[in-house]
């Protein structure tokens, strides 16, 4: 079963590449209290068909490159 992501688009500058930052809530295992965590993932953007602030869903693929493991999948909106 392959990993499926859900982020925005925060630079479309490389070629056939975005870099996606996806943002989660995680809780503190002692105190309780919840905070944002963000990761940017590189993510294969075919054509550069999607753009800067576009939502996205990307999903886990074998290695494209040293740092690609992620191929854009579709938009979910602006």
């Given amino acids: 079963m392959k990993k499926v ?42 054509g550069g068909k999607f753009k800067l602030g576009e939502k996205v869903i990307i999903e886990e693929s074998k290695p494209i490159s040293k740092d690609k493991r992620w191929v854009v999948k579709g938009l979910i909106g602006k």
């Fill in 5 to 46: 992501l859900q982020g925005t688009i925060i630079s479309d500058k490389m070629q056939d590449t975005a870099v996606v930052r996806v943002d989660t809530v995680k809780e503190h295992p002692k105190y309780r209290k919840r905070f944002k965590f963000s990761k940017k993932y590189k993510a294969h953007n075919e």
